[in-house]
Every structure is written in C-alpha cells, then in structure tokens.
T-cell receptor, first 115, second 115 residues
Framework: AQSVTQPDIHITVSEGASLELRCNYS??????LFWYVQSPGQGLQLLLK??????LVQGIKGFEAEFKRSQSSFNLRKPSVHWSDAAEYFC?????????????FGSGTQLTVLP | NAGVTQTPKFRVLKTGQSMTLLCAQD?????MYWYRQDPGMGLRLIHY???????AKGEVPDGYNVSRLKKQNFLLGLESAAPSQTSVYFC??????????????FGAGTRLSVL
C-alpha cells in the first residue's frame, strides 16, 4: 500500500523568504503525485501535479515541485512567500489500478507567514 | 460555476442519531469520493463511486454507508452516529477520461460534531 510522509507539521517563514515543504512517498510503481492547499474553513485546492515527463512541475500561485525518484520525494517550493500563502499544505500520492482511484494524503504541513 | 457542493456545512448530532450528508457536482464527473479529515491525519478515504449505481469501500468505511442513485449526487449516511465520527467530511469528484481522471476536485467540507 502507498503512503505519504510530511515530516514538518508546522513551518514558519517571513514574508518574502523562500519556502520548501518536504514530502516523501512510498509506492511500488511510478507514482502520480499532487500538492493541495487548504485555507482555513475551505476545501482543498490543487496546486500542482506530477504524472510523468519533466520532473520539475509548475503550479498555480508561483509554486513548483520537483519529483526525485531516487529519494522518493516530491518537495514543494516557492521562491518568495506572500502572506496569503499561509495555509495547510497536503502532499498526496495516487494509486490508479483498474477502476480504483485512491489518493493517499500526508498529514499536512501548516504554514505560518510572519509580516 | 458551483463545482462540488456539500450540504450541510455544519451539524451537531447526539450519539445514536442518524444523518445524511449530500454531495452534488455539476461537472458531469463519473468518479466521486468521500473523505474524512482528522487533526494530524490528513484525509482518509471512506467510500468512493466509479459511476451511477456503484460504490466501493475505501480505507475507513466502518460506520458509514453511501449511495449513488444519480450521477451528480453522492450521499454519505451515518446510521448511528458515534463520537469517533466527529470530523470534517470532504467530498470530491473526478473525470474518468485520460489523465484528467487523476485530478480530484473538492467541496468546502462538512464539519460534524457528535456529542
């Protein structure tokens, strides 16, 4: 079975600083990987996804993520954080076999942005 | 442009009461999902459906039932609510064609408390 680990429960950065959120996954085949963001009281919004091809993927709101197969990682980055980026971020791995469509989520990383 | 709509947004139940959560999507998606979100645990899949009239169990199905009588609706039922079912419930849907089937769109959630 697949699993996702987000080692950082809470990260605090200053506005304008760079950001990296870590994600490690376990999956036997080539994974489908996702980053979602959840603002307080809201549902999850897809930031970016990796299915195949270029290992550096660009998403919305200036985020990017790099798939590293050798490290089983899919870390999320942003060069300059804005106060509006404060939210909870979830990494997920997708297992798609036959008719089964299941996402396994990490436990999330809460991002606080200091002015 | 509603997307995925969940009703109600909040609910308080007493132990042993029953209720149904409604999820409606207007994107003509084949696949629909119910997740629960608990602190420190990310989202966990309860049940899912790959089409009208079909449902399947996810990771944590016990204590829940689902029905998909219409393509656009996916109902989650709690027959006898327990305090352990206090959680935030999210519905999601996805298309079934090509790689788009791998992208799930989420509703805003239902916050349920069982006393």
């Amino acid at each position: 079975a697949q699993s996702v680990t987000q080692p950082d429960i809470h990260i605090t950065v200053s506005e304008g600083a760079s950001l990296e959120l870590r994600c490690n996954y376990s999956y036997g085949a080539t994974p489908y990987l996702f980053w979602y963001v959840q603002s307080p009281g809201q549902g999850l919004q897809l930031l970016l996804k990796y299915f195949s091809g270029d290992t550096l993927v660009q998403g919305i709101k200036g985020f990017e993520a790099e798939f590293k197969r050798s490290q089983s990682s899919f870390n999320l980055r942003k060069p300059s954080v804005h106060w509006s980026d404060a939210a909870e971020y979830f990494c997920a791995v997708g297992a798609f076999s036959g008719s089964a469509r299941q996402l396994t989520f990490g436990s999330g990383t809460q991002l606080t942005v200091l002015p | 442009n509603a997307g995925v709509t969940q009703t109600p947004k909040f609910r308080v139940l007493k132990t042993g009461q029953s209720m149904t959560l409604l999820c409606a999507q207007d994107m003509n998606h084949e696949y629909m999902y119910w997740y629960r979100q608990d602190p420190g645990m990310g989202l966990r899949l309860i049940h899912y459906s790959v089409g009208e009239g079909t449902t399947a169990k996810g990771e944590v199905p016990d204590g829940y039932n689902v029905s998909r009588l219409k393509k656009q609706n996916f109902l989650l039922g709690l027959e006898s609510a327990a305090p352990s079912q206090t959680s935030v419930y999210f519905c999601a849907s996805s298309y079934n064609g090509g790689q788009a089937k791998n992208i799930q769109y989420f509703g805003a959630g239902t916050r349920l408390s069982v006393l």
